[in-house]
Nanobody, 128 residues
Framework: QVQVVESGGGLVQPGGSLRLSCAAS????????IGWFRQAPGKEREGVSC????????YFADSVKGRFVISSDNAKNTVYLQMNNLKPKDTAVYYC?????????????????????WGQGTQVTVSS
């Protein structure tokens, strides 16, 4: 059974950093693309970043480019989202999701409905 579980959210001051983890089970990362999405209150779900470990493809939304880094540890079957220089506008529930047979791309981040398996989300709050 494909399952992903997020962790690492919390409260951080503007300019601070957090690292989110997406632990995968029931599949190996090489066979799937992992996407990170976020949803703020009253807003639509937004694609943040994705990674395909099989071909090394990554992608970042313009809103986080240069501040967020995505990586994977295949031995731990875990994807990480390192978030630096956080801003209040980054406040949201962050979700990771898994999809097979697609490589990471902008199209994928704009198409969250393609992702079949989602975690429960982790809250990130950026506030002084």
């Amino acid at each position: 059974q494909v399952q992903v579980v997020e962790s690492g959210g919390g409260l951080v001051q503007p300019g601070g950093s957090l690292r989110l983890s997406c632990a995968a089970s029931g599949f190996t990362l090489d066979d799937f693309t992992i996407g990170w999405f976020r949803q703020a209150p009253g807003k639509e779900r937004e694609g943040v970043s994705c990674i395909s470990t099989s071909d090394g493809q990554t992608y970042f939304a313009d809103s986080v480019k240069g501040r967020f880094v995505i990586s994977s540890d295949n031995a731990k079957n875990t994807v990480y989202l390192q978030m630096n220089n956080l801003k209040p506008k980054d406040t949201a529930v962050y979700y990771c999701a898994a999809i097979a047979a697609y490589s990471c791309s902008a199209y994928l981040l704009y198409s969250p409905n393609i992702f079949a398996d989602w975690g429960q989300g982790t809250q990130v709050t950026v506030s002084s």
